[in-house]
């Protein structure tokens, strides 16, 4: 007897196909054991005994059998009129919640870890319209396969706004949509990999994703120290790499911005190495004290990579970004994103289009600048009450400062520990690549936290750092009276 197929009780099927004698047993025996692993939940409605019968391709008889024994045992339950469904007695073994793995901020009193933008102003009215007005238009035809690089729609507007506002050489046809920055760094790794790179430089104190993405492309990271204009060139060139990552419209965690003599040299090392720049353009639309600092890849991008994203403007998990490579590594990058993913959500590049076309976009960036300056402001208030003399930069751009604190408020080790023990959640310098100096220098995030708690959260890191500096006095005064 040949078994009609049916989604809803393909569990079922292998009892149903078993010699004749023994099916009555093993169906019995397949839905009780559906019912204690959870398969079938408390509350599931049966089909009836002549659908069931059907789906399977067996008697009526042997399905109605089932029911009544399973009912007896109490897996199931009956009433006239109202179907067969699983019982609530029986303890089935339920499958565990997901856990959730997604890096999340500290739980902290104040939270000062750089890296993250205010996540609440996220456009979220704005967004949910140009969702609706995409669904509207979109043709059925885009909601297929989309083409590796991006949709054109996307690329088009991202081209203009680029080179609007970024200065950078935007052809569409060399623009690449990727899953943010992380995916672009990764894209180049294997493209570099492939052609036979092994190392690739990367900034000294710097992110400490860059050497995690390329790793996982098999590449190396070199170390490579930065001065007061940038990544020092004597290390660069004496180490011998081809390829390096850097932040140059601001520096990360310096906060600094290249110098022209600098973004210079670093052109006239590139083009004499044949190698390859990348920059990555984490939060350089954000500018409060400054003339604006078009991108490097603007001045040579045969032999700049260029990487942004909608993380910092809009929210990291959109996972939106894009790649501007040079011609002669672009339809590599692409045929590895083709067999990486196939291509970015087709819906989610045309909301984004939609976006940036009607200007809701630049409206965004315009919100943020705002909010993030006058949260620069607060924190330097802030600094500057609490601590005074400390020594705070890179702020003239950027969602983070550098804060250097009068040698008084050291050692760093029993600074951190007080703050962490007053629920004050920090990144040290020494977090980022550059080792412990004899004070304190911290890289203080700003933009996802409110003026009021900022300075909320100064002061009590004041008090917490006071009570080590006790703690500290009284120590060296127990010494001092042990050696008298």
Not at 296 to 309: R, T
Not at 394 to 416: D, E, K, T, Y
């Amino acid at each position: 007897m040949v078994a009609k197929e049916s989604g809803a009780w393909e569990l079922l099927l292998p009892a149903a196909e078993g010699p004749a004698r023994t099916r009555g047993r093993r169906l019995q025996s397949a839905l009780r054991d559906a019912v204690r692993s959870g398969r079938l939940a408390p509350g599931t409605r049966l089909p009836s005994s002549r659908a069931l019968a059907a789906d399977l391709g067996v008697s009526r008889g042997l399905v109605t059998e089932a029911y009544e024994q399973l009912t007896a045992e109490g897996y199931l339950r009956t009433g006239r009129g109202a179907g067969t469904w699983v019982g609530g007695a029986v303890r089935a073994a339920r499958p565990t919640a997901a856990r959730d793995l997604a890096p999340r901020a500290a739980r902290a009193r104040v939270d000062f870890v750089p890296g993250t933008p205010d996540l609440s102003l996220f456009p979220r009215s704005a967004w949910a319209a140009a969702h609706r007005g995409v669904l509207a238009e979109l043709p059925h035809h885009a909601l297929g396969y989309p083409d590796p690089r991006g949709l054109p729609r996307l690329r088009t507007a991202l081209a203009e706004l680029l080179v609007r506002r970024r200065g950078v050489v935007a052809d569409p046809e060399r623009i690449v949509v990727c899953s943010g920055v992380a995916q672009a760094m990764t894209l180049l790794g294997f493209v570099l990999h492939a052609r036979g790179l092994r190392t690739v430089g990367v900034e000294d104190p710097g992110s400490p994703e860059h050497a995690s993405l390329f790793a996982s492309a098999g590449l190396d990271s070199v170390p490579l120290p930065l001065d007061d204009e940038g990544l020092a060139l004597g290390p660069l060139r004496a180490r011998g790499v081809r390829a390096v990552v850097t932040t140059p419209a601001h520096q990360f965690p310096y906060g600094i911005g290249y110098s022209a003599r600098r973004r210079a040299e670093l052109l006239d090392w590139a083009r004499s190495v044949d190698g390859l720049v990348i920059e990555d353009d984490y939060d350089g639309d954000f500018r409060y004290d400054r003339a604006p600092v078009g991108a490097l890849q603007g001045l040579d991008p045969e032999h700049v990579a260029y990487a942004g994203s909608v993380s910092k403007s809009l929210a990291p998990g959109l996972r939106l970004g894009w790649l501007i490579a040079p011609e002669r590594l672009t339809e590599e990058v692409v045929a590895r994103k083709r067999t990486m993913d196939l291509g970015n959500p087709a819906l989610d590049q045309a909301l984004l289009a939609r976006f940036v076309e009607r200007g809701d976009y630049d409206r965004q960036l315009r919100r943020c600048q705002r909010a993030y300056r006058e949260r620069r402001d607060a924190l330097r208030s802030a600094l500057e009450r609490h601590f005074p003399g400390a020594e705070v930069s890179g702020i003239a751009a950027g969602l983070h400062a550098i804060v250097r604190l009068p040698r008084r408020w050291g050692p760093q080790g029993a600074f951190l520990a007080r703050a962490a023990a007053a629920g004050i959640a920090l990144r040290p310098l020494s977090h980022y690549g550059e080792a412990d100096g004899p004070g304190v220098c911290l890289v203080i995030g700003y933009a996802h936290l409110p003026p009021a708690r900022i300075t909320e959260g100064v002061r009590l890191l004041a008090a917490a750092a006071q009570e080590a500096a006790a703690a500290q006095e009284l120590d060296h005064a127990r010494v001092q009276s042990t050696k008298r």
